[in-house]
Nanobody
């Protein structure tokens, strides 16, 4: 059974920073895509950031327009882990953040149904 475990959520004031981390464990054949979705109350789940492995040549990253320049996603391939550094946080960033993983390299845009594995989510709350 594959598990994705997130950590690093919490309460922060606007303008502050948080770092989310996620690690996959279990019977994983391969993970070539990892990333983060978020879901705010009353809103649909949206893709925040994605990192797609490119083998020895590295990989590519994708960000939602609303977080570009503020958030940075990093992948730790050997550990099937991913992090999301969130800077200059805004109240509208408040949401449950979900770590995701996909065995194959993802196509853009990534659809929810294309995600193979989901974490249970970690709450990020940004106060005014």
């Amino acid at each position: 059974q594959v598990q994705l475990v997130e950590s690093g959520g919490g309460l922060v004031q606007a303008g502050g920073s948080l770092r989310l981390s996620c690690a996959a464990s279990g019977s994983i054949f391969s993970i070539n895509t990892m990333g983060w979705y978020r879901q705010a109350p009353g809103k649909q789940r949206e893709l925040v950031a994605l990192i797609i492995s490119g083998g020895i040549s590295g990989g590519t990253t994708n960000y939602a327009t609303s977080v570009k320049g503020r958030f940075t996603i990093s992948r730790y391939n050997a550990e099937n882990a991913v992090s999301l550094q969130m800077n200059s946080l805004k109240p509208e960033d408040t949401a449950v953040y979900y770590c995701i993983a996909k065995e194959q390299r993802a196509t853009i845009p990534l659809r929810i149904n294309d995600v193979d594995y989901w974490g249970q989510g970690t709450q990020v709350t940004v106060s005014s």
